[in-house]
């Protein structure tokens, strides 16, 4: 192989490189600039007597777009599951549970299991457990 050959192929691979590295290069880029891009914002309201509305908003302000997002979340028996194909910056969706007041009194623990893809290439899977 000669010297040109040599440089175009280098060169070829450090693009195709650069091109797979970027995506997560960028979200964690921004990530650490701001450790709110990707918020998991939980909030409760009294539904009526017997029952409490508690809801969970998924808001994403970084630009690049995240894939096969899936939120699993536990408090005590109780799971909530949601998910979303694609989400891009300041797009935000929620899940809502109503659950009785009396279970709400049990509960001693939140487990969050938060999965989604960048751009399709990397898989990220976060886990958050509060007691």
């Given at each position: 192989m000669n010297g040109q050959a040599q440089?175009?192929?280098t060169l070829a691979f450090i693009a195709l490189g650069t091109i797979i590295v970027a995506p997560l290069a960028q979200f964690m880029y921004e990530e650490s600039l701001?450790?709110?891009?990707?918020?998991?914002?939980p909030s409760y309201n009294q539904h009526n007597n017997t029952h409490i509305e508690i809801e969970?908003?998924?808001?994403y302000k970084?630009?690049?777009a995240l894939n096969n997002i899936?939120?699993?979340?536990t408090l005590g028996e109780k799971n909530i599951y949601m998910s979303k194909e694609?989400?891009?910056k300041e797009q935000n969706f929620t899940a809502k549970a109503y659950i009785p007041i009396k279970e709400v009194e049990k509960f001693t623990r939140l487990e969050a299991t938060i999965k989604f893809t960048i751009?399709?290439?990397?898989p990220v899977e976060v886990k958050v457990v509060r007691t």
């Open positions: 440089i175009a192929l701001n450790p709110q891009t990707f918020l998991l914002i969970f908003k998924i808001l970084g630009t690049v899936q939120v699993n979340i694609r989400l891009e751009e399709q290439l990397y």
